[in-house]
């Protein structure tokens, strides 16, 4: 090469360095841009070893022990042992732990590889999205849980938003009509399970199947998805607060809309704030304020919202599983509970004229679950992204283990931080 030729190609190079340079974001994004990357390295190779499976990743299998249920409960083995689990076989313990399609978790792994996609723009995120999404089809004909919402809306409905096709809105409204075919107009509420001795349970995670329907009125302009999961909202305001704002986790009702009992299933007790579910409810009238814009809702998620910041003690912000649970090093956390809380507080940021104080708030999240203690190193934690979720704690299951909706609604945090920061990924 010649001295002209050198200095041309130096010119270059230098000029795209500094164009590159101008467009990177000021900031420094390196804990974004590593948590994306380890993001999609996981999803991958998860993919990859589920190739030919019809199953799809919920957690990792963990055992309990008894004694320590008991000082996490802060009560007697026998007030709890007829709900437990059995702790799963030796060889069982460390492995991943597969669900199927009817399971409640099903479209959150199809729904993380739709974000992967969607942040990055990856066309394997894209292809292997399409595929766990249809194997949710058959759900659409299921009729036996209220959380189809997390199912189909996570799958289909991103399915909807980052690749549309013709087939998404017949799965959504299909199983829209499903979902309100649980609803009991003399009790104004969507049954939540048929297990139990409940006599019509409605709990406060239901709250998060209402944008199905949501998303139902809006391809259709048929009202009556909308107007059921108003109803819905209403009756969970009524019932589900304490004075306070916490949430319970169940409230049975009679057959005339009276209550039958409050209660809890997985959080410490009956008067407890069980952490995911003050996340669940902060996240649904997030969501009821976007689509309805009634203020009544906005005044709820601010409410929640502050109960949450009050409550959690944690440096991190990543909060025990229950926030009445002991204060103790053994104490698992529950990162789920901070990435869905991380996700609402991004959208409720955007409603309110001080939207900064919950926004600051879920960057930390975002950056601790970001951190070594929650970002599982790349080809560990069986393909999971975050460690340390808890699923039931009295159940004795899933206890500080990955768990696929912590990674779906990080992914998602991620996802709307960007957008309000407009952050590309090539940037980064
Ligand atoms: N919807 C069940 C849970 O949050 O564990």
Redesign the pocket.
């Known amino acids: 090469m010649n001295y002209s030729k050198l200095n041309l190609t130096m010119c270059i190079c230098l000029l795209a360095a500094m164009i590159s340079c101008n467009n990177k974001p000021k900031d420094d994004y390196s804990w974004l841009k590593n948590s994306i990357d380890v993001s999609v390295a996981q999803l991958d190779m998860t993919s990859a070893e589920l190739a030919d499976s019809a199953k799809l990743p919920r957690s990792i299998w963990v055992e309990y022990d008894s004694a320590f249920l008991c000082r996490q409960i802060e009560a007697d083995y026998s007030t709890f042992k007829d709900s437990l689990r059995p702790n799963p076989d030796a060889e069982k313990i460390g492995q991943r732990k597969l669900t199927g399609v009817y399971d409640?978790?099903s479209g959150f792994f199809p729904g993380s590889l739709w974000y992967a996609y969607h942040i990055t723009g990856n066309d394997q995120m894209k292809d292997q999205a399409a595929k766990f999404t249809n194997l949710l089809y058959p759900v659409s004909y299921y009729k036996d849980t209220h959380?189809l919402g997390?199912m189909i809306n996570c799958s289909y409905g991103n399915a909807g938003l980052f690749s549309p096709n013709d087939t998404i809105k017949a799965v959504i409204v299909r199983t829209a009509d499903n979902l309100i075919s649980r609803f009991d107009p003399a009790i104004g509420a969507i049954r939540s399970w048929d297990f139990g001795t409940w006599n019509f349970p409605v709990?406060i995670?239901n709250m998060?199947n209402l944008d199905l329907l949501f998303n139902a009125t809006k391809l259709t302009g048929d009202n009556k998805y909308k107007e059921v999961a108003i109803a819905h909202a209403n009756k969970t305001i009524a019932h589900h607060f304490r004075p306070d704002y916490s949430s319970y986790h169940v409230v049975s009702y009679n057959s005339d809309g009276t209550v039958e009992r409050k209660q809890t299933h997985?959080g410490k007790n009956d008067e407890s704030s069980w952490a995911?579910?003050q996340a669940?409810a902060v996240y649904g009238y997030v969501s009821c304020y976007r689509d309805i814009k009634d203020t009544t809702y906005l005044s709820q998620a601010v409410n929640i919202a502050e109960l949450i910041m009050n409550r959690v003690k944690t440096a991190d912000l990543i909060p025990l599983w229950d926030y009445d649970a002991p204060d103790a090093e053994e104490t698992p956390r529950d990162a789920?509970a901070a990435a869905i809380t991380a996700a609402a507080f991004i959208e409720l940021s955007t409603m309110v004229e001080d939207g900064s104080k919950y926004f600051d708030y879920a960057e930390t999240i975002l950056r601790n679950l970001s951190g070594e203690t929650y970002l599982a190193p790349v080809g560990t934690n069986q393909g999971f992204i975050l460690k340390h979720s808890t699923?039931?704690l009295p159940n004795g299951s899933e206890i500080d283990a990955p768990?696929n909706?912590a990674d779906y609604y990080f992914l998602e945090g991620l996802s709307r931080y960007m957008d309000i920061k407009n952050i590309k990924y090539k940037d980064l």
């Open positions: 409640w978790t959380d997390f709990i995670d998060m997985q995911r579910g669940w789920s699923g039931s768990l909706y």
